[in-house]
C-alpha cells in the first residue's frame, strides 16, 4: 500500500483556529493574517509509480471545464511528466462513484476529484484511503471523510465580494439570492458569505430577503422560473438579484425582460464571466461576475497532486474542519469582475474570451489591449 493513510505526519502549522457548523458548512479562521505558511507531508507516504494522475469533474459541458480546468491541469501535470485521466460524472454522484472505482482498479499515483455531491464523494475518498491512493477534493470540498488537501477559493469570499459590491447600488430593498446545487460546498458557502455581509441590514429593516433558493444541476430554467416567483410574488420589487452562476444568471435576465422591467434596472451578479455574462455586463444589462481563477485553481491542482504521488511536501494557507480532519487547503483567488474591471480582465485573460466578442455589441468601448 503506498498511501496508507491520510494523517497529516509533518504539518506546520500557523496560528489556525477551526470551527464547523452546520452540515454542509464548515470553515477556517486564521487567528493571524501575517503567520506562515503551513508545510504538509505524510511521513509514511511512498511514491507512486504509475505515472498517472486522475482528475475527476462534476461536468466538463461548462465554458470554464473545456477552457480553463482541464487544459491547465492537464498542461502542468503532462510537462512534469504525467499523463491525466480525465473524467466527467456529468452532475450524477453515483456515476462518479463508479467512475471513481474504475480509476482506482486501473491505478493511478493520485487523484483530484471535484465532487458532485459533497456527502456522496465521502465515500470515494475513503476508496481511495484503502487503496493507498492520496486524493485532493477540488473546487467543491468533500464533507465528512478525512483526505489529503482541498484545492479551490473560498466559496464565502465569492459570495461576500459580489454583495458588498451590490449593496454600494442598491443599498436597501428586496434582495433575492440565487445559489447553485444544494449539494456542493461551493453553492452553500457561497450563499453563506452573502448571508454574512446581508443579514446584519436585514437585522436593522434596510434589507429583506425575500428569495433565498438552491439550483438543482445549476441549472437555467429553475433559476428563472425562482426569479420569475420572486418577481411576481413582490411585484416587481427587488433591488438585486445574487446569483451564483452565469449559466442561470441568463435565467434571471430572461425573467426581468418578461417582466417588462428596463435591463439594467436591477443589479444581477453571476460566477465565471461566461461570454454571455461578460457581453452583458459590458452592455450595462447584468451588474458583474464572480471570477473563481479557475486557471490557477487547475494549476494548482495539478502541482498538488505531483506533490502527493512524489511524497513531497506543499505549501497551504490554513486548515479547515469538514467534520472528520483539518484538511489542509490549497487557496486559490476568487474575486468580482464588474464593467469597471472588465476591460482589465479581458486584456489578461485573452485565453478565456476574445476583447472582439465581449465588445461585440459596444465596440465603441472596446479597450486596446
Known amino acids: 500500500m503506498r498511501f496508507p493513510f491520510v494523517a497529516r505526519a509533518s ?3 500557523a496560528s489556525v483556529a477551526l470551527v464547523i457548523g452546520p452540515a454542509g458548512s464548515v470553515s477556517a479562521q486564521d487567528a493571524s493574517p501575517g503567520a506562515s505558511p503551513i508545510s504538509v507531508s505524510d511521513a509514511d507516504c511512498v511514491p507512486g509509480v504509475t505515472k498517472r494522475l486522475a482528475f475527476m469533474l462534476k461536468q466538463q459541458t461548462a465554458f470554464r471545464y473545456l477552457n480553463a480546468d482541464i487544459p491547465f491541469f492537464k498542461a502542468t501535470a503532462e510537462a512534469a511528466g504525467y499523463e491525466v485521466l480525465v473524467q466527467s460524472a456529468e452532475n450524477d ?3 462518479q462513484v463508479s467512475q471513481a472505482e474504475n480509476v482506482i482498479t486501473q491505478g493511478v499515483d493520485a487523484i483530484v476529484i471535484q465532487p458532485v455531491d459533497f456527502n456522496v464523494a465521502g465515500q470515494i475518498a475513503e476508496m481511495a484511503t484503502a487503496a493507498g491512493i492520496p486524493l485532493a477534493s477540488y473546487d467543491d470540498m468533500i464533507l465528512g471523510a478525512d483526505h489529503a488537501a482541498f484545492i479551490g477559493r473560498d466559496p464565502r469570499e465569492g459570495g461576500r465580494s459580489a454583495a458588498r459590491a451590490v449593496l454600494a447600488e442598491a443599498p436597501t430593498g428586496n434582495y433575492a439570492l440565487i445559489g447553485g446545487d444544494p449539494g456542493q460546498t461551493g453553492s452553500t458557502q457561497f450563499q453563506e458569505g452573502y448571508h454574512e455581509v446581508l443579514d446584519p441590514l436585514v437585522a436593522t429593516g434596510e434589507v429583506a430577503i425575500v428569495l433565498d433558493y438552491f439550483t438543482p444541476g445549476w441549472k437555467t430554467e429553475p433559476a428563472q422560473a425562482a426569479a420569475e416567483n420572486a418577481l411576481t410574488a413582490n411585484a416587481n420589487d427587488i433591488a438585486a438579484f445574487l446569483v451564483t452562476y452565469d449559466g442561470m444568471s441568463v435565467g434571471v435576465l430572461n425573467a426581468i425582460e418578461q417582466a417588462g422591467l428596463e435591463p439594467g434596472s436591477i443589479p444581477i ?8 455574462a461578460a457581453q452583458a455586463i459590458v452592455e450595462g444589462r447584468m451588474f458583474g461576475s464572480v471570477w473563481p481563477a479557475p486557471d490557477e485553481m487547475a494549476k494548482r491542482g495539478a502541482e498538488v497532486a505531483i506533490a502527493l ?4 511536501p506543499f505549501e497551504v494557507s ?3 474542519d469538514n467534520g472528520a480532519a483539518a484538511i489542509p487547503f490549497a487557496e486559490t483567488p476568487i474575486y468580482l469582475v464588474s464593467e469597471a474591471e472588465m476591460a482589465d480582465f479581458v486584456c489578461r ?9 465581449v465588445y461585440l455589441n459596444v465596440p465603441d468601448e472596446k479597450p486596446s489591449c
Request: charged share 15%; proline share 3%.
Open 349 to 357: 485573460n485573452t485565453w478565456w474570451h476574445n476583447v472582439d466578442d
Open 93 to 95: 454522484a453515483q456515476a
Open 309 to 312: 504521488a512524489t511524497c513531497q
Open 318 to 320: 490554513r486548515t479547515i
Open 11 to 13: 504539518v506546520v502549522v
Open 269 to 276: 451578479t453571476g460566477q465565471d464571466v461566461e461570454l454571455p
